[in-house]
């Protein structure tokens, strides 16, 4: 199977604008759940996907945003990014199994906001 | 609240182990999750335990005691590749709401 992946991998913004990231999870697997990572801060939720619906939620401001698509893949959005938005965004798909619906990683999309 | 405390950094030796430890204070447990996440790239998954005890694969163990809230992930025949950041996750157990809570990883230096 092939794993999941991640689009654009490295992506220079400047502030005020925005962005859109796209995941596309396993195939099979019906949630996606997006983080973002910076130093020091280890994997910060941001939200996640199930079927279409946003199951949970971290706490972001409404400047970040996603959706999920009928085929599970997903997006999201950061609009009016701020030079703290500089991160590595990760997304990870999980399917229904014995394994406690363990979460396989992208290989992200590093954000450079200037 | 909710947290989960893993040691920032750790040192070992090529050939030897190491044990890296991780305790927890969740609403409820539901797994406990370790991931091996290489400078630079995406975490990759290395086990999963909801029960206690221990689960052995390849070189690599994890060991669960809900009980305590705590668990240890067990590197033995250390090789350099093992040099990574290692995160522990853990699923509480709360209606509705299943998203793991991490740690903020353990940065293991592998030396020759």
């Known amino acids: 199977k092939a794993g999941v992946t991640q689009t654009p991998r490295y992506l220079i913004k400047t502030r005020g604008q925005q962005v859109t990231l796209s995941c596309s999870p396993i195939?099979?697997?019906?949630?996606v759940s997006w983080y973002q990572q910076t130093p020091g801060q280890g994997l910060q939720f941001l939200f996640e996907y199930f079927s279409e619906t946003q199951r949970n939620k971290g706490n972001f401001p409404g400047r970040f945003s996603g959706r999920q698509f009928s085929n599970s893949r997903s997006e999201m959005n950061v609009s009016t990014l701020e030079l703290g938005d500089s991160a590595l965004y990760l997304c990870?798909?999980?399917?229904?199994?014995?394994?406690?619906?363990?979460?396989?990683f992208g290989p992200g999309t590093r954000l450079l906001v200037l | 609240g909710q947290n989960i405390d893993q040691p920032t950094e750790m040192t070992a030796t090529e050939g030897a182990i190491v044990q890296i430890n991780c305790t927890y204070q969740t609403s409820g447990f539901n797994g406990l999750f370790w991931y091996q996440q290489h400078a630079g790239e995406a975490p990759t998954f290395l086990s999963y335990?909801?029960l206690d005890g221990l689960e052995e694969k390849g070189r690599f163990s994890s060991f669960l005691s809900r009980s305590k809230g705590y668990s240890y992930l067990l590197l033995k025949e250390l090789q350099m590749k093992d040099s990574a950041s290692y995160l522990c996750?853990?699923?509480?157990?709360?209606?509705?709401?299943?998203?793991?809570?991490w740690g903020l990883g353990t940065s293991l230096a592998v030396n020759p």
């Open positions: 996750a853990v699923r509480p157990l709360y209606k509705n709401n299943r998203k793991l809570i």
């Open positions: 335990n909801v």
């Open positions: 195939s099979g697997h019906r949630s």
């Open positions: 990870a798909s999980s399917g229904a199994s014995g394994g406690g619906e363990t979460q396989y």
